[in-house]
């Protein structure tokens, strides 16, 4: 027993004399190693300096900061929400280059024949054709046409600033400088107002609902959509988006549900959620007069349980001349219109149409359509809309 114990004495004995041979001997050398320099500490810009987590900001002490690992990537911001769109005010200045574009062809033309040497029954009757090719309508070109041979007949002579002035004096009448244009969307107290966009579809009825949306938020007002058009499902994924986009909330139910109930909910969640402007997007089938009536007029009537309708917006697109002009008709027919919006403007020389449907419906154009951008809706503006008729 003892001889084993011996032996292993003698072999722990031998074992840790030869660990501390082996470490004597591999052990690293510290006296050789060529100094290592200190990591620069990181040049940090001063607006940048502030102090962080970590790191000591003093300097009566040496401590060495280690250099970060990895410089931090810039962060970039998160995207807004939604979309902030501009304010209206000045749309129709911004956009006039468009308008002269599709509409200068008629000012040019008309100045062209009035600065003739001769004023003739031809020169006139062309003045006249001229006018009603743009959609003027008869009854306000026959009055135009009176109202200029009596006034070319004093002037005498005719240069060139003084036909366009005698010009766009008779256009700023007929097409009403001073008509009320205001759109009514400011909200009455606790309640919100109520906009009823009527139309035709196709006309640009949901687009209009959209890109006024976008422009009252650009005002700074809080906006709550109704999709009321339940005969086309697209229609309402249409407002949704536009809804999306600049945070309108939009009310919706599934295709073929009754619109009326559709526009009630829609303000009665605009009087909840304190919004200021509710605007509702019909459905403009035109099957029946006594149909359209029956719709349009329940809408309203169930709206105004919960609000004031102060404005009932007939979309018109202007590139349907007549024919349009005969819907306005029957629109306005089953209800109480209280403003024009003429869309399509860009795509026809026909501007005339604003003041032959002025006329016809005795209410003014209030808006104007002049692309299919979100922020292509202007408020109409007599004077910009006859200047960019002139052209400069
Ligand atoms: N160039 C031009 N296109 C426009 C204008 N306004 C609307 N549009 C286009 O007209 C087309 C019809 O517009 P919508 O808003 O879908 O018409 P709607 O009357 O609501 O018709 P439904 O959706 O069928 O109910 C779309 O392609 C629009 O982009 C405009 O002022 N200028």
Same mark, same amino acid.
């Given at each position: 027993?003892?001889?084993?114990?011996?032996?292993?004495?003698?072999?722990?004995?031998?074992?840790?004399?030869?660990?501390?041979?082996?470490?004597?001997?591999?052990?690293?050398?510290?006296?050789?190693?060529?100094?290592?320099?200190?990591?620069?500490?990181?040049?940090?810009?001063?607006?940048?300096?502030?102090?962080?987590?970590?790191?000591?900001?003093?300097?009566?002490?040496?401590?060495?900061?280690?250099?970060?690992?990895?410089?931090?990537?810039?962060?970039?911001?998160?995207?807004?929400?939604?979309?902030?769109?501009?304010?209206?005010?000045?749309?129709?200045?911004?956009?006039?280059?468009?308008?002269?574009?599709?509409?200068?062809?008629?000012?040019?033309?008309?100045?062209?024949?009035?600065?003739?040497?001769?004023?003739?029954?031809?020169?006139?009757?062309?003045?006249?054709?001229?006018?009603?090719?743009?959609?003027?309508?008869?009854?306000?070109?026959?009055?135009?046409?009176?109202?200029?041979?009596?006034?070319?007949?004093?002037?005498?002579?005719?240069?060139?600033?003084?036909?366009?002035?005698?010009?766009?004096?008779?256009?700023?009448?007929?097409?009403?400088?001073?008509?009320?244009?205001?759109?009514?969307?400011?909200?009455?107290?606790?309640?919100?107002?109520?906009?009823?966009?009527?139309?035709?579809?196709?006309?640009?009825?949901?687009?209009?609902?959209?890109?006024?949306?976008?422009?009252?938020?650009?005002?700074?007002?809080? @906006? #709550? +959509?109704?999709?009321?058009? &339940?005969?086309?499902?697209?229609?309402?994924? =249409?407002? /949704?988006?536009?809804? %999306?986009? !600049?945070?309108?909330?939009?009310?919706?139910?599934?295709?073929?549900?009754?619109?009326?109930?559709?526009?009630?909910?829609?303000?009665?969640?605009?009087?909840?959620?304190?919004?200021?402007?509710?605007?509702?997007?019909?459905?403009?089938?035109?099957?029946?007069?006594?149909?359209?009536?029956?719709?349009?007029?329940?809408?309203?009537?169930?709206?105004?349980?919960?609000?004031?309708?102060?404005? @009932? #917006? +007939?979309?018109?697109?202007? &590139?349907?001349?007549?024919?349009?002009?005969? =819907?306005? /008709?029957?629109?306005? %027919?089953? !209800?109480?219109?209280?403003?024009?919006?003429?869309?399509?403007?860009?795509?026809?020389?026909?501007?005339?149409?604003?003041?032959?449907?002025?006329?016809?419906?005795?209410?003014?154009?209030?808006?104007?359509?002049?692309?299919?951008?979100?922020?292509?809706?202007?408020?109409?503006?007599?004077?910009?809309?006859?200047?960019?008729?002139?052209?400069?």
């Amino acid at each position: 027993m003892d001889g084993y114990l011996g032996i292993i004495l003698i072999v722990i004995v031998v074992a840790l004399l030869a660990a501390g041979g082996m470490f004597l001997l591999f052990r690293p050398s510290q006296r050789h190693a060529p100094p290592v320099a200190p990591p620069e500490a990181p040049t940090i810009p001063e607006e940048s300096q502030a102090p962080a987590t970590g790191v000591i900001e003093d300097d009566t002490l040496t401590t060495t900061v280690p250099p970060p690992a990895k410089p931090a990537e810039p962060v970039a911001p998160p995207p807004p929400a939604f979309e902030i769109p501009p304010p209206s005010a000045g749309r129709m200045v911004r956009l006039r280059a468009r308008l002269a574009r599709s509409q200068s062809t008629l000012g040019k033309g008309l100045l062209e024949l009035l600065s003739r040497d001769r004023l003739d029954d031809d020169v006139w009757d062309e003045i006249e054709d001229m006018l009603i090719t743009a959609d003027v309508g008869v009854s306000p070109t026959r009055t135009m046409v009176e109202e200029l041979r009596t006034k070319v007949k004093v002037l005498g002579s005719r240069s060139h600033d003084e036909v366009r002035g005698l010009l766009r004096e008779q256009l700023l009448a007929l097409i009403g400088a001073d008509m009320d244009r205001t759109l009514h969307t400011a909200p009455h107290g606790e309640r919100p107002a109520v906009v009823l966009v009527v139309g035709v579809n196709g006309t640009g009825k949901t687009t209009t609902t959209g890109k006024l949306a976008r422009a009252l938020i650009g005002d700074g007002r809080k @906006v #709550l +959509l109704g999709a009321a058009d &339940t005969f086309r499902a697209a229609a309402a994924d =249409q407002l /949704q988006t536009w809804g %999306e986009r !600049v945070g309108a909330e939009v009310v919706r139910k599934d295709e073929g549900a009754d619109p009326a109930s559709v526009a009630f909910d829609a303000v009665s969640k605009g009087i909840d959620d304190k919004v200021d402007t509710v605007i509702v997007d019909t459905a403009g089938r035109l099957h029946t007069k006594t149909g359209l009536m029956d719709e349009l007029g329940k809408v309203k009537r169930v709206i105004e349980k919960k609000a004031t309708v102060d404005e @009932v #917006l +007939l979309v018109l697109d202007a &590139t349907t001349g007549q024919n349009g002009m005969r =819907q306005a /008709q029957v629109f306005a %027919e089953a !209800v109480n219109i209280t403003g024009i919006v003429l869309t399509k403007l860009d795509g026809t020389a026909k501007g005339g149409i604003v003041i032959s449907v002025q006329r016809e419906l005795g209410v003014p154009v209030k808006l104007v359509g002049l692309g299919e951008g979100p922020d292509d809706l202007a408020p109409f503006d007599p004077e910009v809309f006859t200047d960019a008729l002139l052209g400069d």
